[in-house]
């Protein structure tokens, strides 16, 4: 099993572009979440979803869209990239609410410059 | 708000020698807590977590932590630390009013050969 995967594990944009990153899970998990990672901030959630076709905004929501179209599969855009998305994207699945083990991916580097 | 703080930023220890990191959260109820473990370049792993009773718990490499209401504090700690064990520590509290894990900053541990 791959666990989670994410891709690209780098990017490089310029203000205004737009990306889709993306996050798949072989477990047949039912939650999928999208963490970004900044120094000395932790993790912060920014889209979650408890199964296929259903997502809700976490904590930083603002500048970022997800859909989950399939169940193995969970996609974070960005439309117009900003220098203050400049940051580490991790996705994690867990089988059941957040209380249960979140199994994380790799993480992807974005730099907006 | 709950809220997790880890005040120690940066930890260095020698090998072979104990170690424990600080981690105090902010809750009304009995919270939720969990400790997380980032290697370098890799996403999160869990080492351990708390939700009720014996308030020692003991996780994997041998990581245990002990949870103190009366402190408001959920320790980790190891007795001997081995060099493979330099990584970044994430504490971590269950949000329940915003549906979300809620993490600290992290403490960066250092092996000492």
């Known amino acids: 099993n791959a666990g989670v995967t994410q891709t690209p594990k780098f990017r490089v944009l310029k203000t205004g572009q737009s990306m889709t990153l993306l996050c798949a899970q072989d477990?047949?998990?039912?939650?999928m979440y999208w963490y970004r990672q900044d120094p000395g901030m932790g993790l912060r959630l920014i889209h979650y979803?408890?199964?296929?076709?259903?997502?809700a905004k976490g904590e930083v929501p603002d500048g970022y869209n997800v859909s989950r179209l399939k169940k193995q599969n969970f996609l974070l855009g960005l439309e117009s990239a900003a220098p203050s998305q400049t940051s580490v994207y991790f996705c994690?699945?867990?089988?059941?609410?957040?209380?249960?083990?979140?199994?994380f991916g790799p993480g992807t580097r974005l730099t907006v410059l | 708000a709950q809220s997790v703080t880890q005040p120690d930023i940066h930890i260095t220890v020698s090998e072979g020698a104990s170690l424990e990191l600080r981690c105090n959260y902010s809750y009304g109820a009995t919270p939720y807590l969990f400790w997380y473990v980032q290697s370098p370049g890799q996403g999160l792993q869990l080492l351990l977590k708390?939700?009720?009773?014996?308030?020692l718990v003991q996780g994997i490499k041998g990581f245990e932590a002990e949870f103190k209401r009366s402190q408001s504090s959920f320790n980790l700690r190891k007795p001997s630390v081995h060099w493979s064990d330099a990584a970044e520590y994430f504490c971590?509290?269950?949000?329940?009013?915003?549906?979300?894990?809620?993490f600290g900053g992290g403490t960066r541990l250092m092996v000492k050969p």
């Open positions: 979803s408890v199964g296929e076709g259903t997502t």
């Open positions: 994690a699945s867990s089988s059941d609410w957040f209380t249960d083990t979140q199994y």
């Open positions: 477990m047949n998990h039912e939650y």
């Open positions: 971590a509290v269950y949000n329940n009013a915003g549906n979300m894990l809620t």
């Open positions: 708390y939700f009720s009773g014996d308030t």
